[in-house]
């Protein structure tokens, strides 16, 4: 069974500041990983994604994230906080095999000017 | 040029009554699916369609009935409305490709629904 954690509902940096958001999964086999955003009233939208290959994953908007096997791990950073990037993030896991994504119960990202 | 479209935006309604929300996607997509989001933004998937096919059906209330009548389309009917039902509903689709399965899911704006 796949699972994914979301450590902190609710993160606040400054403008400028590092971003750092925390997702650990759980997949008995090789999982697909996402993180996708949600700005407000709106749907969600694809940030990026691993499947295989390099673990360092390239979003859009200045965002990364490495995959981590032996941490079972998924932490979307990004250097420097802008204003506009204040939204709810999901992180996000699907075995290779099905069709179906997990998600996990999101964190708030707000930025402090 | 909208990818995944919902209509409507916005429902508000009486409990006991019955309402449907259209999904549509002009991606190519082959599979397409809806996802329930409840005040807490939790996001669960309810239904998923593949060519029409239902292929995932989670523990869900059978009012809520989908129904896909071409790969572009699925809607969401839901029968007897109960306070419990308000929500928004996403529409998502995507590509279940052989070669590189990657499974992204491309979403719609979602439709806020109210029962009073």
Redesign the interface.
Same mark, same amino acid.
């Given at each position: 069974a796949q699972s994914v954690t979301q450590l902190g509902s609710h993160v606040s940096v400054s403008e400028g500041a590092l971003v750092l958001l925390r997702c650990n999964y759980s997949s008995s086999v090789p999982p +697909?990983l !996402?993180w +996708?955003v *949600?700005y407000p009233? *709106?749907?969600? *939208?694809?940030l990026l994604?691993y %499947?295989t290959g390099a673990t360092l994953v390239k979003g859009i908007n200045g965002f990364e994230a490495e995959f981590k096997k032996s941490e079972t791990s998924f932490h979307l950073t990004k250097p420097s906080a802008h204003m506009s990037d204040a939204a709810?993030y !999901?992180c996000a896991v %699907?075995p290779? &095999?099905a &069709?179906?994504?997990i !998600?996990g &119960?999101?964190t708030?990202l707000s930025i402090r000017p | 040029d909208t990818a995944v479209s919902q209509t409507p935006k916005y429902l508000v309604t009486q409990m006991g009554n019955d309402k449907s929300i259209k999904c549509e996607q002009n991606l190519g997509h082959d599979t397409m699916y809806w996802y329930k989001q409840d005040s807490k933004k939790f996001l669960k998937i309810m239904f998923s369609y593949n060519n029409k096919e239902l292929i995932i059906n989670e523990t869900v209330p059978n009012r809520f009935s989908p129904k896909s009548p071409d790969k572009a389309h699925l809607n969401l009917h839901i029968n007897s409305l109960e306070l419990g039902d308000s929500a928004v509903y996403f529409c998502a689709s995507s590509q279940l490709g052989l070669a590189e399965f990657t499974d992204t899911q491309y979403f719609g704006p979602g439709t806020r629904l109210t029962v009073l």
């Open positions: +697909y !996402f +996708y *949600q009233n *709106q749907g969600l *939208q694809l994604k %499947t709810e !999901f %699907t290779w &095999s &069709s179906k994504i !998600f &119960s999101g708030r | -």
